[in-house]
């Protein structure tokens, strides 16, 4: 999977298509995704010993990896704050890191 925790990503399909988000959690067995503020559903509480009355809370529920790209920062980039594919590229290090298959810039998330 090529979504991190943490990754600036712009939603593909769904009710949220278009929209661009910060990766909150990431279930790599299910490969599904949390985003912040996006996919949010209402979920009903039961009344409990804290919570008397039960209650709604408002959540983010996941949505499919495969729906989301990680955001290309390099300005130069045609695809510049766009979701962009994404390639494995390897370093002279031997690092392996994720690269914007346009233009080849590193896609990181502590910019
Ligand atoms: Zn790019």
């Known amino acids: 999977m090529r979504i991190r925790n943490?990754?600036?990503?712009?939603?593909?399909?769904?009710d949220d298509n278009g929209k661009i988000g910060k990766i909150k959690s990431v279930n790599i067995k299910s490969k599904r995704v949390v985003i912040e503020g996006m996919n949010?559903?209402?979920?009903?509480?039961?009344?409990?010993?804290?919570?008397?009355?039960?209650?709604r809370i408002q959540m983010e529920a996941s949505i499919a990896s495969s729906n989301v790209l990680p955001i290309c920062k390099n300005k130069s980039c045609a695809k510049h704050n766009k979701g962009v594919r994404v390639k494995m590229k390897i370093l002279n290090n031997s690092e392996k890191i994720?690269?914007?298959?346009?233009?080849?810039?590193?896609?990181?998330?502590n910019e």
């Open 6 to 14: 943490g990754d600036d990503v712009q939603v593909i399909n769904g």
């Open 40 to 55: 949010l559903v209402v979920k009903h509480l039961k009344p409990s010993q804290k919570n008397p009355k039960g209650g």
């Open 98 to 109: 994720r690269a914007c298959v346009k233009c080849d810039h590193e896609i990181s998330n």
